[in-house]
């Protein structure tokens, strides 16, 4: 594994990519750093940083399109699936160079409270708990990005779906909003969404009978719940996906300095889930 982040990390750094990446992160916070905090003279670094968060939506498709889209394109994910590194370490490797260069920009923001405290009042603590929120944040992406990069050859499909994916963790509380809070109208989301793990359970496990027994159990379960307590059905596919919410951890940080553990957990969860899930998706091309 050390071998490969090696070399993934060197190869961003023999490219344009890393160099992009960080350029554009530390222009587009520095700007909003001098004016938020030096001219402006508002003391919270963590404001700037929800801020800037956009700018991290843009750049990190740039910098997960290419992990293994390329690979796949040019066939030399041949000799890392035939070689006798697993396949975790390989994708381990891959991500931990990733994070590495995202982390980069951050290291370089962590001097930004120190310079608002030598003007005046500043909250180190809480500037640095919302630094580390964004690398939680920047953990999750880049998973998301890299797990889209690995069921295509395309570096541009890649990117402009792991764009699209990324915009809508952005609007997630927005889109919320939209979804219907009668209890009938939650049961029919809730099918929905039942029909999304079906499909993902066929997709990764190819076996009928695991597939039908998911959605037998989840197709029984649901009716059997409206039936007896249909009350439980309002508001309920909107709750639950407020708890995904990332831009609620992020504030959570940054404008209430509440250190959300819960919050954490959840991102770094996802994030190990999408790791996870592109193992798997190179594991069966691995012995297809």
């Known amino acids: 594994m050390l071998a490969i982040y090696k070399r993934e990390l060197r190869s961003y750094f023999c490219s344009m990519t890393g160099y992009i990446f960080i350029a554009a992160v530390m222009i587009f916070t520095g700007i909003y750093f001098m004016v938020n905090n030096l001219v402006s003279g508002y003391p919270y670094f963590a404001y700037t940083l929800v801020n800037s968060l956009l700018i991290y939506i843009i750049v990190v498709p740039i910098l997960t399109m290419r992990s293994l889209a390329e690979e796949r394109h040019s066939k030399t994910d041949q000799l890392l699936l035939t070689s006798p590194a697993s396949v975790t370490s390989i994708v381990l490797g891959k991500y931990l ?47 998301i990005g890299m797990f889209i990069s ?52 066929w997709l990764f496990s190819k076996n009928r009978i695991v597939t039908l027994a998911v959605a037998a159990v989840g197709i029984i379960g649901l009716v059997a719940a409206y039936c007896l307590e249909p009350t439980l059905f309002e508001g309920l596919v909107a709750n639950l996906l407020a708890a995904f919410s990332v831009n609620t951890v992020l504030y959570n940080f940054c404008h209430y300095y509440v250190f959300d553990l819960g919050g954490i957990f959840m991102l770094l969860s996802v994030a190990a889930m999408f790791v996870f899930l592109t193992v798997q998706t190179i594991q069966k091309r691995r012995w297809s």
Do not use: H, K, R
């Not at 909250?123 to 640095?128: C, K, Q, R, T, V």
């Not at 919320?176 to 039942?194: D, E, R």
């Open 97 to 143: 160079a990733m994070m590495t260069v995202f982390a980069i920009p951050l290291a370089v923001f962590c001097i930004c409270p120190l310079i608002i405290s030598t003007a005046g009042s500043a909250y180190l603590f809480g500037d640095y708990m919302s630094i580390f929120c964004v690398l939680a944040i920047g953990a999750l992406f880049v998973s």
């Open 150 to 201: 690995s069921t295509t050859e395309n570096q541009i499909i890649s990117a402009v779906v792991t764009l699209v994916a990324l915009l809508l963790l952005y609007m997630w509380d927005s889109l919320i909003l939209l979804l219907p809070t009668s209890a009938i109208g939650n049961l029919v989301a809730s099918f929905v969404l039942l029909a999304v793990l079906v499909l993902c359970v």
